[in-house]
């Protein structure tokens, strides 16, 4: 159908990539570094939680944080997270990206730093108060989903869009890579300055008192990246399309995009109206018509999202406890303290640095290649095939000469996430509603992924928990172990393959294609191609 788009569009559409773009990605990734960095600290540290405030003496075994406590630190985060996006989503749509994009910083630095200062005068207290802020901490992050992907994808030209959005979404990888680092670094001090027996030799000395400041550095060091960039995120303009087709301030959006392009720009008011005035760009998100263009579409995104963070999370909060059954990680009751920290950061790091980052790096460089559809659905059906492939034959890579076969393939089921699902249910939402709901239907989307990560992170906190109650974890009911965990969640990624058919591919089109909003009316359509009753001259 034939289509009208506003000069100030337009020009962002063809503009060739330059400074701004990759400022824009540094200023929006910057947050995504922060929100990985700080959701996943968290299981790098729970071990040790577990030791300094739930050891029993004269217990076998170190102690460990109970199910409803462990539960609680590992998803609080995720439902304020969920909170957040479902918020913020909306905020950003009636007041503006920009407006909202600094609240959500000075949320996350601020309870960054409160994790870390946690306090009470006994074990419920400091878990109580790390649990409160870690919720307003995940409620700062919640914000940054949708507003991130928004203002990328309005900046972004429509050629290099998906590489942007993916990009900004890719700074999640070097977020859980220096979660890992930073534990390894502390840790590593921490160890060389207090040297402390294994639990096995010494159970009272093998926690030294020193160690309670670990888990709180790691968790602050969330703040300094966010920091950082809090000028710049402010210094930013609102988004052209957010000013010219929300706002309907056409001079506006003119002005501020003839700064940053360099270019001279028309206000096109009245031009502006005309298209703002339109059925197609006037409906709400809960009317008939939303439901008639975009219903399915937001099936898709929200189901897709929902069952990729289901087996996302649940891989990475209990990653850990796979390291330990093939052997990455001894028994903790040979190790320390602060040495168990190292050995879970390690394990954390060489994950991320082998298969992660080179997963979302990998969706950058494709994604306006092979676009968004063929990327999600061979995602999801290589992490299908390889949650299967360790999840059949678990007990073979138990053995200690098949373990290297296990972390490959455990490794090959991150990448794939990250060079399939991971980045494409973030970018997508982005791309395929309207400018007045854009933000809106990204956090709805989101959301839908982080329900998905609090079933994964809670139910299989308890799922992969084993039949044999000498190997389970105190406090914890029997489960159906790692293997039959990792069965399911090879059927909830088949799952995904089939609902990535209800999501379009915007892959080369403007985000006004892409959503309808520039579409010409039919009976504008009809004015326009209608032949002409000219009167020719005998």
Known sequence: MAREQLQVLDALDVAKTQLYHFTAIVIAGMGFFTDAYDLFAISLVTKLLGRIYYTHEGAPKPGTLPPRVSSSVTGVAL???????????????KMGRKKVYGVTLVLMIVCSLASGLSFGSSPKGVMATLCFFRFWLGFGIGGDY??????MSEYANKKTRGAFIAAVFAMQGFGILTSGVVALIVSSAFDHAHKAPTYEENAALSTVPQADYIWRIILMFGAVPAALTFYWRMKMP?????????????KQAAQDMARVLNVELEAEEEKLEKITEKPANSFGLFSKEFLRRHGLHLLGTTTTWFLLDIAFYSN????????????????????NAVHEVYRIAKAQTLIALCSTVPGYWFTVAFIDIIGRFAIQLMGFFFMTVFMFALAIPYNHWTHKENRIGFVVIYSLTFFFANFGPNATTFVVPAEIF???????????????????????AFGFLYAAQPKDPSKRDAGYPAGIGVKYSLIVLGCVNALGMLFTFLVPEPNGKSLEEASGENELDADEVTEQTAPSHRTVPV
Not at 146 to 151: D, F, H, R, V, Y
Not at 316 to 335: R, S, Y
Request: glycine share 12%; hydrophobic share 45%; charged share 15%.
């Open 79 to 93: 439902v304020g997270t969920l909170t957040g996006q479902l918020f913020f989503g909306w905020l950003g749509d």
């Open 146 to 151: 949708p507003l991130s992907a928004t203002i």
């Open 238 to 250: 609102e988004t052209a399309r957010y000013t010219a087709l929300v706002a309907k301030n056409a």
């Open 316 to 335: 990475n909060l209990f990653q850990k406890d796979i390291f330990t059954a093939i052997g990455w990680i001894p028994p903790a009751k040979t190790m």
């Open 434 to 456: 309207p400018a007045r709901l854009r933000s809106t239907c990204h956090g709805i989307s989101a959301a839908a992924g982080k329900a998905g990560a609090i079933v994964g």
